[in-house]
DNA sequence: AATAACTCCAACCGCGCTGCG
DNA sequence: TCGCAGCGCGGTTGGAGTTAT
């Protein structure tokens, strides 16, 4: 039943890729360009199936990414992002530019997930017992959160990472990495925070606004949604409930319904929704503020 | 020093969506 | 309309590395 594994022919080679076998996929991809994955293997002689030469690209041989150390403020981002989105990983990725979905997946299954969870706890005893121990809790969590930033990644994706300037270079020559970046110019609606944030963000900015995500929705409805009161119900919903992004998600499609209906709903679609704007604005300095907030509003810290 | 327990992340798997013939 | 191929996404796993005992 269901669809026979894509790599479950003989001579398929499974496991870490080796240096060797990036640097023939990484010149492949230099000479035809990202995409049909279908012909890479064969192409290349590769002993790896198509869908494993993608995830090598994407998330490790593509130039411009951004391996361990989290900064707080990506941090940040992603706690509200999924708070705001669920464990849509791609979503969340299209507003770190630099960030892979794996990778942000990764870092919230082993970090924020359990620091989130750690904090609901400290902070239902904390209610419970209506303690003045907030100071103690934000000052124990915020190094708890440094610490965790500051710890760095693995030994190969130094030479990962010098396969990705190499191939840099090759995109600033390129012609074809020229008409790429062309489309993704294109792409990049006319707003001032898009240098900030990128192509890949613009891409899902796109996405967004081709859905027509947001476009029924009213600006205040936002800003209730928005509000810091909801931010935190559905981080610890969140946080409390596995994994599933049913806890916020169906959140937000109980208030302004499913993806698919808003899409239906929707034909006007502007260039910028309401939520693209504000996760950009986090940039400047949102998501510091809504840390403030939350210390006014229930004198305990999100982290 | 040995090893058990734990952590982390690269890679795999399966499913859904989309486009095409 | 249907079936298939290709791709992308999210969940899960395996094993290397690290820490605790």
Not at 49 to 62: A, F, G, V
Not at 97 to 107: A, G, H, L, S, V
Not at 218 to 231: G, K, Q, V
Request: glycine content about 6%; proline content about 5%; aromatic content about 8%.
């Amino acid at each position: 039943m269901g669809r026979p594994p894509c790599c479950d022919k003989v001579g398929v080679k499974k496991g870490p890729w080796t240096p060797e076998e990036d640097i023939i996929l990484v010149s492949y991809i230099q000479e035809h360009g990202p995409g049909n994955w279908r012909s890479v293997p064969t192409n290349t002689g590769l002993l790896r199936c198509s869908k494993s030469c993608r995830l090598r690209w994407t998330n490790y041989l593509r130039p411009g990414i951004k391996r361990g150390n989290f900064t707080p403020h990506e941090e940040g981002m992603i706690i509200h992002l999924q708070a705001l989105l669920g464990n849509r990983w791609a979503a969340i990725a299209s507003y770190l530019p630099q960030r892979t979905d794996n990778d942000i997946k990764n870092y919230w299954n082993t970090h924020l997930k359990k620091r989130m969870k750690k904090f609901q706890t400290a902070l239902d005893s904390s209610l419970v017992s209506n303690s003045s121990s907030s100071s103690q809790l934000l000052s124990k969590s915020q190094n708890d959160m440094n610490s965790t930033s500051l710890r760095s990644c693995s030994t190969y994706a130094s030479s990962t990472e010098n396969i990705s300037k190499l191939l840099e270079g090759w995109m600033k020559a390129s012609p074809k990495a020229t008409t790429l970046k062309k489309d993704q110019e294109k792409e990049k609606p006319s707003n001032e925070n898009t240098n900030v944030v990128g192509t890949a963000s613009s891409q899902f900015t796109q996405t967004k606004v081709e859905e027509g995500e947001c476009g029924v929705i009213s600006h205040e409805e936002l800003e209730n949604f928005f509000s810091f009161e909801n931010l935190n119900s559905m981080a610890w919903e969140k946080s409390s409930t596995d994994s599933t992004p049913q806890g916020s998600l169906s959140s937000l499609n109980d208030r302004f319904g499913t993806m698919t209906e808003v899409k239906e709903r929707s034909s006007n679609r502007p260039a910028y929704c309401f939520s693209d704007k504000w996760i950009l604005d986090e940039e400047s300095g949102q998501v510091e503020d809504l840390m403030d907030l939350s210390l006014d509003c229930c004198s305990a810290p999100i982290f």
